[in-house]
């Protein structure tokens, strides 16, 4: 059976670093890893489901990063996580909302595919099924961090709260004010083309700073922050989630490809710089489509983000 060359993307947010976090090497160390845990599965022939799990938990386990071990605070200073999984191969999927102590989210969304009939589970049901299923737990040590902890004040000392979000705006051109660059940084995720030609996506969040117990956002969301179809293309989204739900931003790429004919790169832009801007939303999205295209397009300042081929070694990018 003839294979295609493998290729990996990830991203780790669309936040800029602030001038605390001016460093910005270990960030490409942390996003060149993720490619390489993914590369290494594709290497041996492993599918794209496997290799973007394993990209993102190597991401959930970096302390940089907002989702597993780095995930954000809720108001109530708790960690709310949302996950998700999609394969292309047979448009299965599997996702997490809401969930606290499960280590890696992302390893209970594919628990949620693989182990029930169901896609989305959230709260406490999650974290059964992680039990029963032998996902690893942590502690709270595991998930406290003092800088998130000082994010999270300093986003309720300047008062307006994460969701600096607004949805009053009244017409589509109207711009709503934009969410804070301190308080959404750093969300998770990875599509891949394995030598097979099967595409896949997987996404990781703590969601945002200071956001209400309960809130959910695109990242767990099938269609809006993760969508795979061989048919088209993987894409995985990271930004202001209630944007990327309102514009269905993974469908609607996937969906101009299919029905309109329009190649990855044009689907991407489209949205992003169109309907996804035009409604406020800021942030961006890792995408493959099943000949190998990358294509990751954001409207924010930056998006931390990489991408490594087979044969080649992993590249790592902030800005444009
Ligand atoms: N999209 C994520 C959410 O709204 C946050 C992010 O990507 O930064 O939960």
């Not at 999984?85 to 992302?106: C, E, F, I, Q, Y």
């Not at 182990?115 to 059964?128: F, I, K, M, S, Y």
């Not at 990751?296 to 490594?308: A, D, E, I, L, T």
Request: hydrophobic content about 40%; some cysteine; charged content about 15%.
């Amino acid at each position: 059976m003839s294979t295609v060359p493998f290729v990996i993307a990830v991203h780790g947010g669309a936040g800029t670093i602030s001038p605390e976090q001016a460093n910005e090497a270990p960030y490409h160390e942390g996003l060149q890893a993720a490619l390489r845990a993914g590369a290494a599965v594709l290497e041996a022939g492993g599918s794209a489901l496997d290799a973007v799990q394993a990209a993102v938990q190597s991401l959930e386990d970096c302390p940089l990063f907002n989702a597993g071990c780095g995930a954000v605070y809720t108001a109530d200073a708790t960690h709310e996580m949302d996950a998700s999984v999609m394969d292309g191969s047979n448009l299965k999927a599997g996702a997490v909302a809401g969930v606290h102590g499960v280590r890696n989210p992302v390893a209970l969304a594919r628990a949620v595919m693989d182990h029930t009939n169901h896609v989305l589970l959230v709260g406490e049901g999650a974290v059964r099924l992680a039990q029963e299923q032998g996902v690893p737990m942590a502690d709270a040590a595991y998930f406290h961090s003092e800088e998130r902890l000082a994010q999270l004040q300093r986003v309720r000392a300047q008062g307006a709260g994460v969701m600096a979000l607004d949805h009053s705006a009244k017409t589509l051109t109207e711009k709503p004010t934009p969410i804070r660059e301190d308080g959404k940084h750093g969300t998770v995720g990875a599509v891949a083309l394995d030598q097979h030609g099967n595409v896949a996506a997987a996404v990781s969040t703590g969601g945002l700073t200071n956001k209400r117990p309960g809130r959910v956002g695109d990242s767990p969301i099938v269609g809006a922050g993760i969508y795979a179809n061989n048919a088209t293309c993987a894409i995985a989204c990271t930004g202001t989630g209630e944007h990327f739900l309102r514009a269905c931003v993974g469908h609607d790429i996937h969906a101009r490809m299919a029905y309109k004919g329009e190649s990855l790169e044009q689907a991407g832009e489209a949205v992003v710089h169109g309907l996804l801007k035009d409604i406020g939303g800021s942030g961006g999205l890792v995408s493959v489509d099943a000949k190998g295209h990358v294509h990751m397009p954001f409207n924010s300042v930056g998006m931390y983000r990489g991408v490594m081929r087979q044969g080649e070694a992993p590249q790592s990018f902030i800005f444009r």
